[in-house]
């Protein structure tokens, strides 16, 4: 279970959209914020419906009106490639308008957030372009001397008493109490489509230390009983059309036709045409495998 693939940046905007609860009313938040016509885009733009409303929240400190924001999961780091990408992105946002300074170069700043402080990059910077990075609070870094305001958020040191989410969107949890206070934050807001999100991506990331604790473990299962319930449907299903696929692919092998495979099965012919004509492409041999991929779009 360590290698699930993790769906980690909707957790990210997720948890942004709780640290940001209380504004939502005058922000506007885009995931994969897709910059021009080409495939290029963004993780998540913050765009404030008023410029001059203050953001409370630390992290929302530096936002202007148009707010660029990149994120690095756990196991990846801050490259000074990643911040010429973030960097340059951030300037054809501002340039890709239908008319000139439609977005002014002064309503634009630039958010970093990751797990490990990005050493060598911030050595680069200082050396080669002359930025600083200074400590502004507990998890978060502003760098001066770029006409951008630009901050780097590490979660690991972003205090939960005020960033909960964001600061527990690791994999690095440790047992006992911060696991338990996990468990609990999501008890109280377990309806929110958000938090599930979030928690879906962190218990995913822990798993092992999760597992360490069996009492929390029946508690975590307790919480995602609907969500195991789902999942364990959705297997049986997917479980029973892999069967049919085999049964029909043997079928064919035989020169049989969609009628009488159908009339075998005690299948609807409408259920079976659409997998035989899958199947023809993998003639003559009707590889079941194939098949199921290819319909499926994953192997069993």
Known sequence: MENTILHRHPAFAAALRIE???????????DEHILGHKPMQIDTIVIKKNKNVHINNRIGH?????NIIEYKSPDDYLSINDFYKVYGYTCFCQSDTKSVLEILPTELTITFVCCHYPRE???????????????????????????FPIQILLVNQLPSAENFWLSYLRNNLQTGEEIQNLVRQYNLNKNSKWHQDVMNVIVNANRSKILEEKKMCEALREIFAEELKESNEQGKEIGENRKLIDQICKKLRKQKTVTQIAEDLEELPE??????????????????EKVFEHIYGQSV
């Open 62 to 66: 530096i936002f202007r009106k148009h």
């Open 121 to 147: 990059m911030l050595r680069y910077l200082k050396g080669n372009r002359n930025l600083v990075a200074r400590k502004y609070s507990e998890g978060i870094y502003y760098l001066y001397g770029d006409s």
């Open 271 to 288: 259920t079976i045409k659409p997998i035989a004509e899958a199947a023809a492409g993998f003639a003559p041999e009707y590889d079941a």
């Open 20 to 30: 940001l609860t209380e504004q939502l009313d005058v922000l506007k938040i885009e």
